[in-house]
């Protein structure tokens, strides 16, 4: 058949989000394979561990679809949450298509770049909460859902061939307390229709029943802060604006005011504020003006819930915040969910607020204070029950989760099921749905504001040194090559002993260094990097005898 004869294709393309949570990167593409059209929805970021040291952002590799930028009709965004827009100031550079958000969504996108220089250049459209709109073969229609955000939105994707539902993240909350209801009547209809395909939320698969209702939430937590003395702070996600609307009216309940702490509390109840969400609480104050009021008349929201070293609870909890303490008789409570990974930094926020005399409450003494924004066992099967997919492509999950989602689909009734990883080009139709392809889905990394492959020497590099240790070496060679001075050795990061000190064991290296100084000829010599070579290899191995371990080892030559 001739390439103009190639029949038109429905594909989705996951780049992120797809054996993993976080970091979502979705692709639909439209027409034959050698001419689609493509729509991008969500572009997000995860975040660096232990790891990647120095590493705190993690953007998808766009390499492949920055390739057909010219195709690219939209970039659609389904809410805020940092692994949904994250990576949008990064990677629009590459992409430079239009962008679609609702209003909260289009608020924090804008501040984001603005930061970069980017706010005039790049191009965005407020799309109204249900609203539509068209970008080429695509015909778009907004689902208000229901997550731990304002305005969540799922995508109705209606294509000649045939229609998807993209849910995005979400939940079902009958009394969510900001925003709309999950609005079931737009689901059942676009079931009726026909869906093609539903691309599915699997984060709490293995969760029976539902994940509860934001109003539980706000009961709780106005029962709790009201019987509590001395100072109060409540740690959650900044994103989650009901939890922060919970904890200011709960407090406002006690007779507490309300200073928020850290910047993105202050930026998310812009945001908040900006489609007119908490217009009726009292003005905020300032931490300045915080330690004016009575111990028990002041509540502090902060961020920080999941142990960041820079955020602002931790520098609390270390007495480093310049104007804000908790102690003894004080309370912290912790409205939030260990996000997988954080266990350690966690443990290590909480021990330092103990040790202050600071009580805890957690959701596991008390688990009313927090429920989780994505959708159980008992919802995902109401949502398939509303949409009846052909397909099931699960999506926002471990590998685990994926293959459980896709089990549960068919249990469920559902015809199809396919799990794609990052890279996998899955053909929804013409024809059953199958993997057709496999494109290049990696990572980036942000260092020190730069962008970096994701296994760059430097990162190498950095790993090496925080597993084995730094070891200089330091040389002088005079105009015939003779040793004037050294070999000098400084280590970092390396252990000692009380029998084997570590000056002796440097004089051994320094030894090992020398003697294979001595076994270059002279010519051999005169070649900086030759010696930098010998010396560096002799060191390394002396280190393994030594230490078990081959450190980083930099040889630096001098010459007279």
């Not at 609005?183 to 229709?193: C, F, S, T």
């Not at 099931?392 to 199809?416: I, N």
């Not at 970092?492 to 064991?505: C, Q």
Request: hydrophobic share 40%; charged share 25%; aromatic share 4%.
């Amino acid at each position: 058949m001739a390439r103009s004869e190639a029949p038109d294709e429905l594909v989705f393309l996951p780049l992120g989000g797809s054996n993993e949570i976080g970091m979502n990167f979705n692709l639909y593409g439209f027409g034959p394979p050698h001419a689609r059209k493509w729509i991008v929805v969500d572009l997000g970021v995860t975040f660096g561990d232990l790891t990647t040291p120095g590493v705190e952002v993690i953007l998808p590799d766009p390499q492949f679809i920055a390739e057909y930028a010219d195709d690219i009709l939209g970039i659609v965004l389904t809410h805020a949450h940092e692994d949904h827009i994250g990576a949008v100031a990064w990677l629009w550079p590459k992409l430079r298509a239009p962008l679609y958000a609702t209003p909260f969504t289009a608020f924090l996108l804008r501040e984001k770049l603005r930061d970069v220089g980017l706010e005039g250049e790049a191009q965005i459209t407020e799309i109204p909460l249900g609203g539509k709109l068209t970008l080429g073969p695509f015909d778009l229609e907004l689902i208000t859902l229901t997550h731990s955000i304002p305005e969540p939105n799922g995508l109705a994707i209606r294509t000649p061939l045939g229609s998807v539902l993209h849910t995005g993240d979400w939940k079902i909350d009958p009394d969510p307390l900001l925003g709309g209801v999950t609005d079931e009547d737009a689901i059942r209809r676009l079931g009726d229709e026909g869906v093609l395909a539903m691309v599915c939320d699997s984060t709490n698969v293995f969760v029976d029943g539902t994940a509860g209702s934001e109003a539980d939430v706000r009961t709780a937590l106005t029962e709790l802060i009201g019987g509590l003395k001395g100072k109060v702070a409540v740690a959650c996600f900044a994103s989650n604006v009901a939890r922060m609307d919970s904890v200011i009216r709960a407090a406002e309940a006690a007779g507490r005011r309300v200073c928020l702490v850290g910047r993105s509390m202050h930026r998310m109840s812009a945001a908040a504020k900006s489609v007119g969400l908490m217009a009726d609480v009292q003005p905020f104050l300032s931490e300045q003006d915080a330690g004016n009021v009575p111990e028990d008349r002041i509540l502090y929201l902060c961020t920080g819930s999941q142990g960041e070293p820079r955020a602002a609870l931790s520098r609390i909890a270390a007495g480093a915040h310049p104007l804000v303490n908790l102690g003894a008789g004080d309370a912290c409570i912790f409205s939030s969910r260990v996000i997988p990974g954080n266990e350690v930094a966690i443990r290590k926020l909480q021990d330092h607020l103990a040790d202050r005399g600071v009580r805890l409450y957690t959701d596991r003494d008390h688990p009313g204070i927090h429920v989780s924004g994505h959708p159980c066992r008992d919802e995902l099967a109401q949502m398939y029950h509303w949409a009846r997919p052909e397909i099931a492509v699960p999506t926002h999950g471990e590998r685990r989760h994926l293959l459980e989602h896709a089990a549960f689909a068919r249990d469920l009734q559902v015809p199809q099921q396919v799990t794609p990883r990052n890279g996998d080009m899955v053909r929804l139709a013409p024809g059953r749905a199958e993997i057709v392809d496999e494109v290049p889905a990696g990572r980036l990394f942000v260092d020190a504001g730069v962008l970096t492959p994701e296994n760059g020497e430097a990162l190498r590099e950095r790993r090496h040194a925080a597993h084995n240790g730094v070891l200089s070496v330091a040389i002088a060679l005079d105009g015939r090559n003779r040793l004037i001075s050294g070999p000098q050795l400084r280590a970092i990061g390396l252990p000692t002993e009380e029998d084997y000190p570590l000056d002796e064991a440097l004089d051994d290296l320094a030894d090992a260094a020398e003697t294979a100084l001595g076994r270059l000829s002279g010519g051999e010599r005169d070649d900086d990097e030759a010696v930098e070579t010998a010396v560096s290899r002799a060191v390394k191995k002396a280190s393994q005898r030594i230490w078990g371990r081959r450190p980083v080892v930099e040889t630096i030559v001098l010459r007279t």
